[in-house]
């Protein structure tokens, strides 16, 4: 076998030069693959174990928001506006993508403040830690899909053959959420204000994107939902299901490219700093 | 770094915070300078910092074992970590070569509501274990840590002693070249020790390297051939588990560390290595202290204390009066001690003590628990003191200690410790085995 010789001083990484760091880190993000679904099942399994109603509960919330709003809708305090196929359909599938992309970035947020007291005894990849934490999203969201689904037959309707892209047209939301949950997860990990700011902060944005409205036509939430990312990353599967096509394609590939590059530098960030941060856990 | 050297420590200094806010703007700081690429400058401190390890370096070889000792905050876990990699050294460089495996916490990683099965499996992917391994050594860590009918039960309802076990087992067949050992092995019961401590020299026979953090002074005898005492963050000594551990005692019991008490006595100033291998009697004292003379005399005995009072003459001596070198088992000796004050001592406790050769304390007493009161010894005075011993041990060298101290009303003071004074080989007089010559009479009845 080949003898693995390990260094560690200050600075270690900078020393090799920027370059080699990408090849590291992809090797060990392969390497972890088989941990990185380990961490994913504990997880999941622990999550679910001492519940009643378990994974259930991925539905039961997303129904009271969407209740809340027809209620708000059908007393005229809100407009949700034209959307021309089922609300429930539309606020679901909304809902569905919204919260593939916060409850990953809440769940790696704390990934690493929640892992603490293991990763001060066993030294192990930490971006598998951040990477399982946001695959445990994946658990309510294809529930949530499956849920559209049963009312998609419910209403009689099929949904566009386009729908089965969704997978690919997901990759910049993941790559998104995964970007923000590197980075944000360092900074709960030094000062954990963080994670309640993420929480607040997401609240307000669910409010700012057309989630469960349909896109303004007039007021200043117009100029907010052009210049939001989240906009164009929820939107765009969600047409691609309801239309078979993407309305704003301009501006998706903008984010598209946007969450790569994202992505990137966040993972690069975080390769660098993560047993920095392990002190400070 | 040298052909068989496997971990190799230049110079490693680490460094902490006291204060929390202050630890959070700097964690915030340093990983801002990391990601910019900057240097981020770890080899200074900033306000509020302090070196928890300064300047460390020793090599390990491969197949040895090496122990690591030290009073509490001393450094020795934050040492593991380092070499773990769970922390980076703020200076100097750490180089090891093969995997490492640490026990720094047994069953650290387990989920509470997971069961011992799914445990398994997790903890040993965080060990760094690939699925087909764990396949393959699934069965024989449960049997290892014989779990039995538990194995699908949530681990919160294990006993400890079972939590452990299991933990243990893991990190055992994680197969490392390398284990970090953290004072794990104190919580398990006798068995389970015993189990752990065959099976840690199995993997040593096989040519592995251990390093143990221990305050247990029998697992660091029985185990280590190299010793490292930490002393707030300075690594103070490394030497044969003998010496590092009778360094370590004084450093504990005196409180004071001895070369201070001596450069005050002005009794030379040899520096430290030299003083670990041996302290030489101070030279304006030579002629009152006879030790040396006496041919059991150990010329590496180890010796602290105030030096108000000093041991200056011994003598061993058999039941028929003659002076010895050697008993033989279970034979009785007299221990007779000579004591001389320099300053008025109220009152003086003294007290012996015998190791076996590797150091392990058999026994001990003194005057305070044998409950014999001393009387007050003036300045200039004498004073003898014999102790009858009966010397029920197996064949083999054993070490005699002795000292004088001083009750206090702040507690007792130690005016002259000398550990290791005496050198005395037991001769065997009839066959048996073990640490003790107990001196059954069997006897055999038939119906």
Known sequence: ?281 | MGKDTVISVEHVSKKYCKSLKRSMLYGAMDIGRNILGLSSKSDRLRKDEFWALNDVSFEVRKGETLGIIGPNGSGKTTLLKLLNGIFWPDKGKITIRGRVGALIELGAGFHPLLTGRENIYINAAILGMGKEEVDKQFDEIVKFADIGDFIDTPVKFYSSGMFVRLGFAVAMYSRPDILLVDEVLAVGDVQFQMKCFSRLKEFRERGNTIIIVTHDMGTIQKHTEKVILLERGLLSCIDIPRNALNQYLSLMSGGIRANQVMSKLRWGTENDSERVKTTKPPSNNTQEDLCPRRFNYNIFEFRYGSGYARIIDFQIVNNRGEEVTSVRSSEVILFRVKVKAYKFVEKPILGISVKTKDGIEIYGNNTLYADIDVPPLKEGKQLLVEYRIHFNLQSGDYFLSAGVAEMTPEGISPLDRRYDLVHITVLPSDKSFGLVNLATDIKVYTK
């Open chain 1, 1 to 281: 076998m080949e003898e693995m010789i390990t260094i560690y001083e200050p600075d270690n990484s900078l020393r090799k030069g920027y370059l080699s760091i990408f090849g590291q880190i992809f090797t060990e993000l392969k390497q972890n693959r088989w941990l990185t679904y380990q961490l994913f099942k504990r997880d999941f399994l622990s999550a679910y174990k001492q519940s009643l109603l378990g994974v259930l509960w991925a539905i039961i919330l997303p129904l009271v928001s969407i209740a809340i709003f027809i209620v708000l809708n059908r007393s005229g305090i809100l407009n949700i506006g034209d959307i021309g196929v089922p609300y429930s359909i539309y606020a679901l599938l909304g809902i569905a993508f919204w919260q593939f992309f916060s409850n990953g970035l809440v769940a790696c947020s704390n990934s690493l403040v929640n892992a603490g007291p293991m990763i001060l005894k066993i030294n192990f990849s930490k971006k598998s830690l951040v990477i399982a934490a946001a695959a445990k999203a994946i658990v309510p969201f294809a529930i949530q899909i499956a849920m559209v689904c049963i009312l998609f037959v419910g209403y009689g309707r099929t949904p566009s053959i386009m729908g089965f892209l969704i997978p690919i047209f997901l990759i910049p939301l993941v790559l998104f959420t995964l970007g923000l949950g590197f980075f944000t997860s360092l900074l709960n990990g030094v000062v954990r204000d963080i994670g309640n700011i993420i929480s607040i902060l997401l609240m307000f944005l669910m409010f700012f994107t057309p989630v469960l409205y349909a896109k303004p036509k007039i007021g200043f939430l117009v100029t907010v939902t052009k210049y939001n990312p989240l906009y164009y990353l929820v939107s765009a599967p969600r047409d691609l299901i309801l239309k078979g096509s993407i309305s704003e394609w301009q501006g998706f590939l903008i984010v598209c490219l946007i969450a790569v590059i994202l992505f990137f530098v966040c993972l690069f960030g975080f390769h660098l700093t993560e047993t920095r941060v392990a002190e400070r856990i």
